[in-house]
């Protein structure tokens, strides 16, 4: 991955960190975890999170990639779930666990410039509504969408999918998925796991036009720290050490 795309910044702290890293040589996942771990900032429990070089033509419709899953040990954050819905269903969606409910007046709040929430929920019959604020959801990547089941009537299951980890991924325009796979908190056995999980994702989701080279690169990082390669022919035990 270019290195201006995963980049933390240039400070004393940092290029001290990234001097531990060997950019040459790909690491194993879990050794990979155990140097973001020792790299990490003992401040705060910072995010860490997995770089995908893909190589898909994004420009092409079918090769952009867009979807939802879960992994084994979450990802350590509370989501803030906001439901477009009315009646019935926003009493289902309340009673499930949605932060906000409501109509016209959410939509009012997001125009002023409200986003203090992390996923939005939508019944279709709303969407006349919401589909008003795509220039402000969209770019936030907080657009309901059907492909990720964000639009639908069964709203109860999809708070509580949410509520219980379920998250969007997608390509950007440069063909990278960016991904947070947990906390700097968790184990590197964890973390590895969650890696795994996510790249078993990543193949799984591979488009039928894709050519040549898929998976082109891995890298993996704290918030605040330099990037770690990881080889992608690690195709065993994520979490498990590799031999001597």
């Known amino acids: 991955m270019a290195e201006a795309t995963i980049r933390r910044g240039t400070s004393k702290r940092w290029r001290s ?38 190589g898909l033509d994004v420009r092409k419709a079918d090769q952009m990639l867009r979807s939802t899953t879960t992994l084994p040990h979450g990802i350590g954050k509370t989501v803030s779930v906001l439901v477009f819905a009315q009646g019935e269903k926003a009493s289902e969606a309340e009673a499930a666990g949605a932060d906000f409910v409501g109509g016209d007046d959410l939509a009012k709040k997001i125009e002023g410039g409200w986003f203090d ?24 990547g907080k657009m309901p969408n059907p492909k990720t089941g964000t639009v639908t009537f069964d709203v109860a299951k999809a708070v509580e999918a949410t509520k219980g980890g379920k998250f969007e991924y997608r390509t950007d325009r440069y063909g990278i998925v960016h991904v947070v796979i947990g906390r700097k908190s968790f ?24 050519k040549g080279r898929y998976v082109q690169s891995i890298s993996v990082s704290s918030t605040m720290g330099p990037g770690v390669p990881i080889d992608s022919g690690v195709s065993a035990d994520y979490s498990v050490a590799p031999e001597a």
């Open 17 to 54: 960190q990234r001097e531990k890293v060997n950019r040459e040589t790909p690491y194993h996942p879990l050794t990979a975890f155990q140097l973001v771990k020792e790299m990490g900032s003992e401040k705060f429990d910072e995010a860490v999170e997995a770089h995908f070089k893909l």
């Open 187 to 210: 184990t590197a056995e964890q973390l590895a796991e969650n890696y795994g999980a996510m790249y078993d994702e990543i193949l799984r989701a591979k488009p039928s036009s894709a």
């Open 117 to 140: 929430f992390d996923v939005v929920i939508a019944t279709p019959d709303m969407m006349a509504t919401v589909g008003k604020l795509g220039k402000v959801l969209g770019p936030r």
